[in-house]
Each structure stands twice: as structure tokens, then as C-alpha cells.
T-cell receptor
Framework: QQQVKQSPQSLIVQKGGISIINCAYENTAFDYFPWYQQFPGKGPALLIAIRPDVSEKKEGRFTISFNKSAKQFSLHIMDSQPGDSATYFCAASKDQAGTALIFGKGTTLSVSS | EAGVAQSPRYKIIEKRQSVAFWCNPISGHATLYWYQQILGQGPKLLIQFQNNGVVDDSQLPKDRFSAERLKGVDSTLKIQPAKLEDSAVYLC???????????FGEGSWLTVV
């Protein structure tokens, strides 16, 4: 059973455009939702994370929007740059001590110049 | 600060052979994870350690996979005998005890032929 569903699988955006990646989760016990960025040949690295007590969190060009009632959250990348081309994973976990993350299947983003 | 170290980075073995991967977490991180990432998919948790005790190994194929974390620092993941479907990147990650942010190594790429 896939607990975190991510879409789209791939995304092509022009430089300067907005990239939007969506995730939906099933387990209402989840209350920590990070996004990880992975470049080829590297391990995933934390990009931004949100907890359900807020509906939006912004860090630079990256914003997470969270909809608790719909059990959905999304990543928005403003002014997308070629350097943003990577695979993005949403994830979720229960906010307990050291609970492991459950990842979505990933979205491969290509930003064309 | 040194990151999560993994070795070897690449390994090619024949099916039914054995392989072992080593991980050294970030200093001070009590929690250590092994994830399996099959090409085109998100990381899937295999096993989680807290110090040298196992917290979660529910998705570890115990008939062929084993892992240990002696002395609560380094960890080894072993596969014996390997199957073709074990071809994947094996990611080691670590976090502070009770911390949500998980830091990944660059992974060990396994190809089973």
C-alpha cells in the first residue's frame, strides 16, 4: 500500500516559470512533511519541510502549501532555474522520536533554458 | 562537518553471490537508516537502528538481507544470496535521536547480473 502518492512523474518547465509538484497521503497520523531534492549520483537532501499547524511555508524560491482536510501538500518552485533540474521526493512521517520517512515515487524536473 | 560515508560506491555481482555495504553516519547521530532505492522510485526503508538496537526492520527481506550496527556507530548491510531484483542504490542515512531531518549518504550502487 502506497502511503504517499506523488505527481506528476516528470515535469518540464521553462526557465523563469513555476514548477508545481503534488503529493497526497493516506495516514492521518502523519504530521511531518518534507521535500527532498536529489541530483544524479547523489543522495537525497532536505529542501524544505512543513508541519500541519501551518498552511504554507516559504524558503527563498521554494514554497510548501499544505491542505490538511484534503490530505495533500505541494511544492512550488518560483522562477525555476536550470540548476533546479533534479528529482524531487515528497515524504511523510509521524512526528515521533526518529520515525522513519515514507517517500513518494519522485518527480523528475527539467528546467529548460 | 563530515557527511554520511558509504562504501563501496559501486558493485557488480552475479546472482546468488554475496555483497556487503558499509556506512559511517554523521558523528553524534544515534539513529541510522538503510534505504533501498530502485531506479525510478523513491527510497524504501529497509531497517532503522537507534544506537545499536533495531527499531524497525519490517520491510527487510530477512531471508537474504541482514544488517548490524555494532557499538552504535558504523553499520553493515549484507545481501546473501543476491537476486536480480536487488539491483538498486542502497542509501544509508542518519539523524539525531528524535530528530526529523534525515541526512543521506551518496549511496552504494548495486548491479546484480
Amino acid at each position: 500500500q502506497q502511503q504517499v502518492k506523488q505527481s506528476p512523474q516528470s515535469l518540464i518547465v521553462q526557465k523563469g516559470g513555476i514548477s508545481i509538484i503534488n503529493c497526497a497521503y493516506e495516514n492521518t497520523a502523519f504530521d511531518y512533511f518534507p521535500w527532498y531534492q536529489q541530483f544524479p549520483g547523489k543522495g537525497p537532501a532536505l529542501l524544505i519541510a512543513i508541519r500541519p499547524d501551518v498552511s504554507e511555508k516559504k524558503e527563498g524560491r521554494f514554497t510548501i502549501s499544505f491542505n490538511k482536510s484534503a490530505k495533500q501538500f505541494s511544492l512550488h518552485i518560483m522562477d525555476s532555474q536550470p540548476g533546479d533540474s533534479a528529482t524531487y521526493f515528497c515524504a511523510a512521517s509521524k512526528d515521533q522520536a526518529g520515525t522513519a520517512l515514507i517517500f513518494g515515487k519522485g518527480t523528475t524536473l527539467s528546467v529548460s533554458s | 562537518e563530515a557527511g554520511v560515508a558509504q562504501s563501496p560506491r559501486y558493485k557488480i555481482i552475479e546472482k546468488r553471490q554475496s555483497v556487503a555495504f558499509w556506512c559511517n553516519p554523521i558523528s553524534g547521530h544515534a539513529t541510522l537508516y538503510w534505504y533501498q532505492q530502485i531506479l525510478g522510485q523513491g527510497p524504501k526503508l529497509l531497517i532503522q537502528f537507534q544506537n545499536n538496537g533495531v527499531v524497525d526492520d519490517s520491510q527487510l527481506p530477512k531471508d537474504r538481507f541482514s544488517a548490524e550496527r555494532l557499538k552504535g556507530v558504523d553499520s553493515t548491510l549484507k545481501i546473501q544470496p543476491a537476486k536480480l531484483e536487488d539491483s538498486a542504490v542502497y542509501l544509508c542515512a542518519s539523524s539525531f535521536s528524535g530528530g526529523n531531518t534525515i541526512y543521506f549518504g551518496e549511496g552504494s550502487w548495486l548491479t546484480v547480473v
